[in-house]
């Protein structure tokens, strides 16, 4: 948090990741707080083929990844300024995320 907050008044161009319980403590650091979201069946097939990561290859963390979607993605998506679709494909996500970080720069 000191990290954060020792931004404050600082024009930094910075993407985070929140997942924690007191992340709405942070969303005024930032201009945009962003969503990326996508079908349950993407995520699992996602999940399925990936090699970098073994969480969500057993039944109970696939069983975790689909009660998080319902009940947390909702909380997400309530807060968000912005919900990007992940189901695009990868260069457009991440085309779509530096005009973001360029609008918040002032480029």
Do not use: C, W
Not at 39 to 45: I, K, R
Not at 55 to 75: I, Q, S
Not at 90 to 102: D, Y
């Amino acid at each position: 948090m000191a990290k954060l907050t020792g931004h404050i008044g600082q024009r930094v161009s910075t993407v985070r990741q929140f997942p924690m319980p007191n992340q709405g403590r942070f969303y005024p650091l930032f201009d945009h707080i962003v969503l990326l979201s996508a079908p349950a069946e993407t995520l699992l097939a996602r999940i399925a083929t990936r090699t970098t990561n073994p969480y969500g290859k057993r039944p109970e963390e696939r069983d975790a990844v689909l009660h998080h979607l319902t009940t947390v993605e909702p909380l997400l998506r309530a807060t968000a300024t912005v919900e990007i679709d992940a189901i695009a494909p990868i260069g457009s996500v991440v085309q779509q995320l530096e005009e973001l970080a360029g609008r918040s720069a002032g480029i």
